[in-house]
């Protein structure tokens, strides 16, 4: 299961695209990344939240795997 952090509505809307179409192109993209990483057949769920302001957020930022120095 993997969420995709966007920080508004229209993005989105980009994100998903019309009837989800870019969002099914980017989770192929990402199980078969996934896949070759692990070795094995992988089921990946995708979620599109809206988090405003994420970016100007040091805990959101730190908890996504970003290092702050």
């Avoid at 966007?6 to 993005?11: G, H, N």
């Avoid at 989800?20 to 192929?28: F, P, Y």
């Avoid at 809206?50 to 930022?61: C, F, I, P, S, T």
């Amino acid at each position: 299961m993997a969420v995709i952090y966007v920080e508004r509505d229209s993005q989105k809307g980009i994100i998903i695209g019309k009837g989800g179409k870019m969002l099914k192109q980017v989770g192929i993209a990402a199980r078969k990344d996934i896949e070759a990483f692990f070795g094995k057949k992988v089921y990946l769920e995708l979620f599109v939240k809206v988090e405003k302001d994420w970016r100007n957020q040091e805990a959101k930022l730190r908890s996504f795997g970003y290092k702050l120095d």
